[in-house]
Structure formats: structure tokens, C-alpha cells
């Protein structure tokens, strides 16, 4: 059992790779925002924390238990939010970085991290690493090209 879920590259963030199955949509706007995913046989929650309405959002993803996910397709209301917010808690998330509803890149965030610093901040941190890569990668390209 993997405690991280599989992306793809240019897949849909809500389903993560061709093989994941869609289990529960919790929200939607425009396309599914929160919901429950299984890819073989371990459940996933998922949650678009930030860009809704924008063409760039950023996806989050922990795994759940069968217990844990049949629960949430039971509860309501401020039970269902408190078990949700409960699923992303000490463990292992991933976070994606989608661009017109596709995954465009996705990185594991450490639950300590989270737990000190907060799950957007620790986005932004892991992001924050991936532009700096991205730049240094750009300008040895740059160098290579004129070459």
C-alpha cells in the first residue's frame, strides 16, 4: 500500500491518472474541487485549496483508510468538515500544481512541515524550491543554446 497517490502529467487533477476512479465529488465549481479517488485499492481525498476560478490551482491529496473514507461518505455538515480537514493531519500529502485542468507538476509535503508551518505555507515552500529549480535549469539551457 502506497501512502502517496500517482500523478500524471497532463492529467485531469481530479483524476490523477487514467486508472484512478472516481469515488465521491464533496464539492464542486465548474469541475470537481473535493472529492474521494481510489487508485487500486487505496482511497485518496483530494481538495483544490486555492484558484477555484483560475486557470492556475493548486491540489492537495492524502490517503484514507476504508474506514476512514466510507466515513466521510457519511457525515454532514460540521462532522463531514471536521473529518476532512482531519484527513490531511500527520501524514504524508501531496500537492499538485495544475495549469488550465491539467497537472503540471506535483510534489510530497512532510506532515512535520505541515504541522509547524501549515499546509499553504508548505505549499508555497515546496513551489517556491520548484521555481528556483526551473530558473537554474532555464539559464543552463540559455547557456548551452548559445553555445
Known amino acids: 500500500m502506497s501512502d502517496l497517490i500517482q500523478l500524471r502529467i497532463g492529467e485531469r487533477p481530479w483524476l490523477p491518472t487514467p486508472d484512478t476512479e472516481s469515488i465521491e465529488i464533496f464539492d464542486r465549481y465548474d469541475m470537481p474541487t473535493s472529492g474521494l ?3 487500486d ?3 485518496f481525498v483530494f481538495d483544490c485549496v486555492e484558484g477555484h476560478v483560475m486557470s492556475v490551482n493548486l491540489w492537495v491529496y492524502a490517503q484514507v483508510s476504508e474506514d476512514e473514507a466510507q ?3 457519511d457525515a454532514e455538515g460540521d462532522e463531514f468538515a471536521g473529518l476532512f480537514e482531519q484527513a490531511f493531519v500527520g ?3 501531496m500537492a499538485a500544481l495544475a495549469i488550465d485542468c491539467r497537472i503540471r507538476s506535483g510534489s510530497q509535503l512532510d506532515p512535520d512541515t505541515i504541522a509547524r508551518e ?3 505555507k508548505s505549499i508555497l515552500e515546496r513551489l517556491s524550491q520548484g521555481v528556483e529549480a526551473a530558473e537554474e535549469t532555464a539559464k543552463v ?3 548551452l543554446v548559445a553555445c
Open 141 to 143: 539551457v540559455k547557456h
Open 118 to 120: 501549515g499546509l499553504m
Open 37 to 39: 479517488a481510489r487508485q
Open 71 to 73: 466515513a466521510l461518505r
Open 91 to 93: 501524514k504524508p500529502v
Open 41 to 43: 485499492d487505496d482511497f
